[in-house]
C-alpha cells in the first residue's frame, strides 16, 4: 500500500484545514488508518485513527472536540479535518495504514502500523 497526503499549508490559528490521504492498491478497507504528527525537535505523536469500516474513531485528547478522521472507502482515501487550529498543531502530519484487532487498545501505537505516507506540513500562525 501506497499512501499520498496532501492539504497541509499556512493558517492562522482559529482556523482550519482539511487533509487527505489517498491510497493505492484494492485492499484500503482491510487496513485501520490513522493520523500521527511530528513537531520540529519531537516525537511523531498519534493524533486519530479510525477502524477499517469507520465506525470506531480515536483522538488524542489534545485534539478531541477539534479534529474529526473519517474515511471513504469507495475513494481509497482517508481524511482529517481539523478545526479551532492552534499554534502547537504545527507539525508535519503522517497517514499510516495497519491491521490492528478492534478492541486491543492499539491504534495510537505507531509499531502498529505497517505503511506511512510521506507526511503534509501543517503550519497555524498566531
Known amino acids: 500500500v501506497q499512501l499520498q497526503a496532501s492539504g497541509g499549508g499556512l493558517v492562522q490559528a482559529g482556523g482550519s484545514l482539511r487533509l487527505s490521504c489517498a491510497a493505492s492498491g484494492r485492499t484500503f478497507s482491510i487496513y485501520n488508518m490513522g493520523w500521527f504528527r511530528q513537531a520540529p525537535g519531537k516525537e511523531r505523536e498519534f493524533a486519530a485513527a479510525i477502524s477499517r469500516s469507520g465506525g470506531v474513531t480515536s483522538y488524542a485528547d489534545s485534539v478531541k472536540g477539534r479534529f474529526t478522521i473519517s474515511r471513504d472507502n469507495a475513494k481509497n482515501t482517508v481524511y482529517l479535518q481539523m478545526t479551532g487550529l492552534k499554534p502547537e498543531d504545527t507539525a508535519v502530519y503522517y497517514c499510516?495504514?495497519?491491521?490492528?484487532?478492534?478492541?486491543?487498545?492499539?491504534?495510537?501505537?505507531?509499531?502498529?502500523?505497517?505503511?506511512w505516507g510521506q507526511g503534509t506540513l501543517v503550519t497555524v500562525s498566531s
Open positions: 499510516a495504514a495497519g491491521r490492528i484487532l478492534d478492541g486491543s487498545g492499539r491504534y495510537s501505537v505507531k509499531d502498529a502500523y505497517i505503511y
